[in-house]
């Protein structure tokens, strides 16, 4: 069956960054976009923008340029978000989203902290 | 930019009840891009309905949509235990505050 399946959840200290990944199965990789998701604790989700999985191009939600990048792998049917320059609002879950929104990954919690 | 407004942020039913749940957006919309999401504690959010009113696979019956322009609405006819969580609306990805439904 279709599933996305994210890495593990991190600590990280103010400043560091870290990727988290989305590895895809049961379909093919870059027949469709992935979504990605930021909810802070006890907030609703913020669509952070998407990544065309065939050619590679990110697109960014204003709010999220800079510091937050996409990136695919498609022979490892594996999409990437790379946080640089964590601060501790940036303390979420991250999840990666099918281009229909049908399929979420399980989420992967950030936590920024000293 | 289209800003989404669920209220109130909080609604109470008894298991049984009718709950109707309002999404406004800030100017006309598209049905086509409008869904609604069902969130539990510890979960990923869940694609319940798009395109305003359509259900998604093994979504039950008793949810459904309607709506067009800035006014939409998700209707749950009968209550039971497991619909009471947070439900968002969404439209062309951006997603709005939430409303969560408890039990009275």
């Known amino acids: 069956q279709v599933q996305l399946v994210q890495s593990g959840s991190d600590l990280k200290k103010p400043g560091a960054s870290v990727k988290v990944s989305c590895k895809a199965s049961g379909y093919p990789f870059s027949t469709r976009a992935i979504n990605w998701v930021r909810q802070a604790p006890g907030q609703g989700p913020e669509w952070m923008g998407w990544?065309?999985?065939?050619?590679?191009?990110?697109t960014y939600v204003p709010g999220f340029t800079g510091r937050f990048v996409f990136s695919s792998d498609t022979s490892a049917s594996t999409s990437y978000l790379l946080i640089s320059g964590l601060k501790a609002e940036d303390t979420a879950t991250y999840y990666c989203v099918t281009e229909e929104w049908l399929i979420w990954g399980q989420g992967t919690l950030v936590t920024v902290s000293s | 930019e289209i800003v989404l407004t669920q209220s109130p942020g909080t609604l109470s039913f008894s298991p049984g009840d009718r709950a109707t749940l309002s999404c406004r957006a800030s100017?006309?919309?598209?049905?086509?891009?409008l869904a609604w999401y069902q969130q539990k504690p510890g979960q990923a959010p869940r694609l319940l309905l798009y395109?305003?009113?359509t259900r998604t696979g093994g979504i039950p019956y008793r949810f459904s949509g309607s709506g067009s322009g800035t006014d939409f609405t998700l209707t749950i006819s009968r209550l039971e235990a497991e619909d009471f969580a947070v439900y968002y609306c969404?439209?062309?990805?951006?997603f709005g505050p939430g409303t969560r439904l408890e039990i009275k």
């Open positions: 100017q006309s919309v598209s049905n086509t891009y």
């Open positions: 395109a305003a009113s």
């Open positions: 969404q439209w062309s990805g951006t």
């Open positions: 990544i065309n999985t065939t050619t590679g191009i990110p």
